[in-house]
Nanobody, 125 residues
Framework: QVQLVESGGGLVQAGGSLRLSCVAS????????MGWFRQAPGKEREFVAA????????YYADSVKGRFTISRDFAKNTVYLQMNNLRAEDTAVYYC??????????????????WGQGTQVTVSS
């Protein structure tokens, strides 16, 4: 089993920044893709960003391109999401996920095998 623990969420004013972290532990493969999704009240979970197992390819939703940056620290089994210029519409619970199959569309929830418990991000306007 794989455990994912997110941290770094909180309340921030519009235009501010937050950095989310997600640490993976347990029976995790040596190669795995990682992603961030978010879910606002009354809405479906949506893709935010992903990074390939090699670390050399990143993907972003159009709504966050140029504002969010995903990165990973292999030694620490950790993925980060740096969020700048936050907007009220970024308010949601943010989830990290691990995909160990190394194939498929990284922007879909079905691509991932394990999920964290989520961390709340609230942006006040």
């Amino acid at each position: 089993q794989v455990q994912l623990v997110e941290s770094g969420g909180g309340l921030v004013q519009a235009g501010g920044s937050l950095r989310l972290s997600c640490v993976a532990s347990g029976r995790i493969f040596s190669a795995y893709d990682m992603g961030w999704f978010r879910q606002a009240p009354g809405k479906e979970r949506e893709f935010v960003a992903a990074i390939r197992w090699s670390g050399d390819s990143t993907y972003y939703a159009d709504s966050v391109k140029g504002r969010f940056t995903i990165s990973r620290d292999f030694a620490k089994n950790t993925v980060y999401l740096q969020m700048n210029n936050l907007r009220a519409e970024d308010t949601a619970v943010y989830y990290c996920a691990v995909g160990q199959r190394l194939s498929g569309n990284l922007a879909t929830t079905g691509r991932y095998d394990y999920w964290g418990q989520g961390t709340q991000v609230t942006v006040s306007s």
